[in-house]
Nanobody, 122 residues
Protein backbone atom coordinates (compact mmCIF):
# COMPACT_ATOMS: atom_id res chain seq x y z
CA UNK A 1 0.00 0.00 0.00
CA UNK A 2 1.50 3.26 -1.13
CA UNK A 3 1.59 6.14 1.33
CA UNK A 4 2.81 9.67 0.90
CA UNK A 5 2.89 11.78 4.05
CA UNK A 6 3.67 15.49 3.94
CA UNK A 7 4.95 17.49 6.89
CA UNK A 8 6.59 20.81 7.67
CA UNK A 9 3.78 23.22 6.95
CA UNK A 10 2.85 26.04 9.29
CA UNK A 11 2.32 29.75 9.78
CA UNK A 12 5.12 32.06 8.70
CA UNK A 13 5.50 35.78 8.05
CA UNK A 14 6.06 37.12 4.58
CA UNK A 15 9.71 36.85 3.64
CA UNK A 16 10.19 33.80 5.80
CA UNK A 17 11.05 30.22 4.94
CA UNK A 18 9.70 26.72 5.43
CA UNK A 19 10.88 23.27 4.47
CA UNK A 20 8.28 20.72 3.50
CA UNK A 21 8.95 17.00 3.52
CA UNK A 22 7.14 14.12 1.90
CA UNK A 23 7.87 10.61 3.14
CA UNK A 24 7.01 7.79 0.78
CA UNK A 25 6.44 4.11 1.47
CA UNK A 26 5.10 1.11 -0.40
CA UNK A 27 6.71 1.97 -3.73
CA UNK A 28 10.09 1.81 -5.42
CA UNK A 29 10.79 5.43 -4.68
CA UNK A 30 13.64 6.04 -7.11
CA UNK A 31 11.44 4.81 -9.98
CA UNK A 32 9.00 7.68 -9.52
CA UNK A 33 9.17 11.30 -10.37
CA UNK A 34 7.90 13.34 -7.44
CA UNK A 35 5.98 16.57 -7.65
CA UNK A 36 4.61 19.26 -5.40
CA UNK A 37 1.31 20.96 -6.10
CA UNK A 38 -0.63 23.49 -4.08
CA UNK A 39 -4.26 24.43 -3.72
CA UNK A 40 -5.47 27.72 -2.32
CA UNK A 41 -9.03 28.04 -0.95
CA UNK A 42 -11.57 28.13 -3.76
CA UNK A 43 -8.93 27.59 -6.43
CA UNK A 44 -7.67 24.72 -8.53
CA UNK A 45 -4.67 22.64 -7.54
CA UNK A 46 -1.60 24.04 -9.31
CA UNK A 47 1.85 22.78 -10.14
CA UNK A 48 4.74 23.94 -7.97
CA UNK A 49 7.76 21.75 -8.73
CA UNK A 50 8.79 18.26 -9.83
CA UNK A 51 11.92 16.14 -9.89
CA UNK A 52 12.78 12.95 -11.75
CA UNK A 53 13.53 9.69 -9.98
CA UNK A 54 17.28 10.19 -9.99
CA UNK A 55 17.07 13.94 -9.63
CA UNK A 56 18.54 14.65 -13.04
CA UNK A 57 15.75 16.96 -14.13
CA UNK A 58 13.81 19.55 -12.15
CA UNK A 59 10.92 21.74 -13.24
CA UNK A 60 9.28 24.66 -11.45
CA UNK A 61 6.08 26.56 -11.89
CA UNK A 62 6.64 30.17 -12.87
CA UNK A 63 5.32 31.69 -9.61
CA UNK A 64 7.94 29.92 -7.52
CA UNK A 65 11.04 30.01 -9.72
CA UNK A 66 14.00 31.42 -7.85
CA UNK A 67 12.28 31.08 -4.46
CA UNK A 68 11.46 27.39 -4.01
CA UNK A 69 13.82 24.41 -4.33
CA UNK A 70 12.81 20.78 -4.74
CA UNK A 71 15.18 17.97 -3.79
CA UNK A 72 15.02 14.29 -2.91
CA UNK A 73 16.90 11.72 -0.87
CA UNK A 74 16.28 8.28 -2.36
CA UNK A 75 18.05 6.58 0.54
CA UNK A 76 15.40 8.02 2.87
CA UNK A 77 12.47 7.80 0.44
CA UNK A 78 11.81 11.50 0.90
CA UNK A 79 11.27 14.53 -1.27
CA UNK A 80 11.63 18.05 0.02
CA UNK A 81 10.45 21.50 -0.93
CA UNK A 82 12.38 24.46 0.44
CA UNK A 83 10.21 27.56 0.41
CA UNK A 84 12.08 30.87 0.66
CA UNK A 85 10.98 34.50 0.34
CA UNK A 86 7.43 33.46 1.06
CA UNK A 87 4.55 35.69 0.03
CA UNK A 88 0.94 35.77 1.21
CA UNK A 89 -0.10 34.40 -2.18
CA UNK A 90 1.88 31.24 -1.41
CA UNK A 91 -0.75 30.36 1.19
CA UNK A 92 -2.23 26.99 0.24
CA UNK A 93 -2.37 23.33 1.07
CA UNK A 94 0.73 21.73 -0.41
CA UNK A 95 0.50 18.18 -1.77
CA UNK A 96 3.17 15.79 -2.94
CA UNK A 97 2.50 13.29 -5.66
CA UNK A 98 4.26 10.37 -7.33
CA UNK A 99 4.29 9.87 -11.09
CA UNK A 100 6.00 7.59 -13.56
CA UNK A 101 7.02 10.68 -15.55
CA UNK A 102 7.99 14.17 -14.53
CA UNK A 103 5.00 16.34 -15.23
CA UNK A 104 3.25 19.58 -14.37
CA UNK A 105 -0.11 17.91 -14.97
CA UNK A 106 -1.77 16.51 -11.88
CA UNK A 107 -3.52 13.82 -13.89
CA UNK A 108 -0.15 12.17 -14.46
CA UNK A 109 0.29 11.55 -10.73
CA UNK A 110 -0.78 8.15 -9.49
CA UNK A 111 -0.38 8.66 -5.76
CA UNK A 112 -1.01 11.67 -3.53
CA UNK A 113 -0.43 12.66 0.05
CA UNK A 114 -3.00 14.27 2.31
CA UNK A 115 -1.43 17.72 2.15
CA UNK A 116 0.14 20.16 4.58
CA UNK A 117 -1.08 23.70 5.19
CA UNK A 118 1.21 26.64 4.55
CA UNK A 119 -0.04 30.03 5.68
CA UNK A 120 1.93 33.20 4.99
CA UNK A 121 0.92 36.32 6.88
CA UNK A 122 1.55 39.81 5.55
Amino acid sequence: QVQLVESGGGLVQAGGSLRLSCAASGLTFSSYAMGWFRQAPGKERKFVAAITGRGHRIDYGDPVKGRFTISRDNAKNKVYLQLNSLKPEDTAVYYCGASMVISATQGEYKYWGQGTQVTVSS
